[in-house]
């Protein structure tokens, strides 16, 4: 935008074999630091688009019908979601994201008396699955390691035994 001196992204769709492309969002702003990245994945059925967009300032899941209509909020993690996955069965995702800072740390933020040490990371990326629908994340990975990849095995039933992580 010229306000802003910003990317703004927007989603059309456009069928394979050609013809008028259908705008998909206008008010959703799509995750686009450094660059437009909104790391957009259809469901297994085909029924919905997902991708990543700012909801209240930071990047969460947000999904819409394929076909178009007003997006809503899939996750709600409070330092935000870049990176997800869908399960094969379309009932969970699973994204990468770090711990949520204590309270006593972000209050410290707040008031700017929060020291963060470069060379530690003391909140390293874990994996999380969440069902689809909503609910609770559940940490797949110990903090104790960041995970930088991750992907589904074929099939998703026993989905906190399945997910294959890359350390």
Do not use: C
């Not at 204590?102 to 990371?121: C, F, G, I, R």
Request: overall charge negative; aromatic content about 10%; glycine content about 8%.
């Amino acid at each position: 935008t010229m306000e802003t001196a910003s990317h703004e992204g927007v989603l059309y769709r456009v069928s394979s074999k050609g013809g008028t492309p259908q705008r998909l969002t206008y008010e959703t702003r799509i995750f686009n630091k450094p660059i437009v990245s909104p790391n957009l994945r259809w469901s297994p059925d085909g029924t919905k688009l997902s991708f990543v967009a700012w909801v209240d300032g930071v990047p969460q899941v947000v999904a819409m019908a394929a076909d178009g209509g007003e997006t809503w909020q899939v996750t709600s993690v409070k330092g935000g979601v870049a990176r997800y996955e869908w399960a094969p069965d379309g009932k969970y995702i699973a994204f990468s994201a770090s711990d949520p800072l204590p309270a006593a740390d972000e209050e410290a933020q707040k008031k700017k008396t929060y020291v963060e040490h470069v060379d530690q990371n003391l909140r390293p990326p874990r994996v999380w699955v969440q069902e689809f629908s909503g609910g609770t994340p559940k940490a797949l990975s110990p903090n104790s390691v960041a995970v930088v990849d991750f992907h589904w095995a074929p099939r998703s039933e026993e989905h906190t035994s399945e997910l294959q992580s890359h350390h």
